[in-house]
């Protein structure tokens, strides 16, 4: 493995390019191959059997691309499948995501914790054990909103429609003395905005993407795999879904147009009938 090697990250969707963008801003010498697995999306109402063999093939392709650490830009594919992705490369960095339980404690006055996120994150072992470890003295609310996964790939993050779906599932939470919320899955990290303006300038958004990236960072930095100069950086957009809807939705998400290539994800696929 070499330092100019390439960042691989990947996502159900578009949701990771929010933390693609933390990662330009922290490690601008770096090198990325992003993934979205579209032809698979949703992961997050799949069992955690199925996005481990999704997440698994996405990360095949990303290190056959010499990825020199996998980052899981996915709160789902981290909570379903982050040990068995180490189990079976373990000589690979790999870095995921989860929700910012802990620092949520720090920051509520009401006791009362929203934790956004999709189904398959809230049952998740892992989310449990993040629970019982932290918020012992708190009140966890788990708010599972698999709809606004769907609202940001369809690019209506900023539309009506999501202002309104979004006040219907943080009402009651709200309601019941909610003063913080952990943007638990990737997506919801281009709804901010909408949320604030539906929680009000009170309610503490617990955002960990500058965290993450920066643990991407320190574990490069740590195997001696930092890119030490820019000269031959890239930078590559890969989907398993549809070309042209990835390549308007990078231009409307990121504010530039981006070259998008097709990667093959894994067919067989068992729940869901995929679309992209
Ligand atoms: N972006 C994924 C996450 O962070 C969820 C999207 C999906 O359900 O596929 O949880």
Not at 22 to 48: F, H, M
Not at 132 to 151: G, H, M, Q, Y
Not at 224 to 246: C, P, V
Request: one cysteine or more; glycine letters at 8%; a positive charge.
């Amino acid at each position: 493995v070499s330092s100019q090697q390439p960042i691989g990250i990947f996502d159900s969707g578009l949701g990771g390019l929010s933390v693609l963008r933390e990662v330009w801003q922290q490690l601008p010498l770096e090198s990325t191959v992003y993934i979205a697995d579209q032809a698979n999306l949703p992961y997050g109402t799949r069992p955690a059997g199925e996005i481990q063999a999704l997440s698994e093939a996405i990360m095949r392709q990303l290190l056959r691309q010499k990825a020199k650490l996998v980052f899981v830009a996915c709160n789902t594919a981290s909570a379903a499948a982050l040990d068995h992705l180490r189990s079976t490369f373990p000589d690979t960095a790999i870095v995921g995501m989860e929700p910012a339980v802990k620092p949520a404690t720090a920051h509520t006055r009401s006791g009362v914790i929203g934790v956004l996120a999709t189904g398959s994150t809230l049952q998740a072992d892992r989310y449990a054990s993040l629970v019982t470890r932290f918020a012992r003295d708190t009140s966890i609310i788990p708010i599972a909103a698999p709809e606004l996964v769907e609202i940001v790939e369809a690019g209506l993050a900023a539309s009506e429609q999501c202002k309104i779906l979004v006040r219907r599932i943080l009402a009651k939470p709200l309601a019941q003395g909610m003063d913080t919320l952990v943007l638990g899955c990737t997506h919801f990290q281009f709804l901010k905005k909408t949320i604030r303006d539906v929680g009000g300038p009170e309610l503490v958004i617990i955002d960990p993407n500058a965290a993450v990236a920066g643990q991407a960072g320190r574990v490069l930095a740590k195997r001696n795999l930092s890119a030490g100069k820019a000269a031959n950086r890239y930078i590559k957009f890969q989907t398993t879904g549809n070309l042209a809807l990835m390549h308007m939705r990078l231009l409307e998400m990121l504010g530039k147009e981006w070259d998008v290539s097709s990667v093959p994800g894994l067919t067989t696929n068992p729940t869901h009938p995929g679309r992209g």
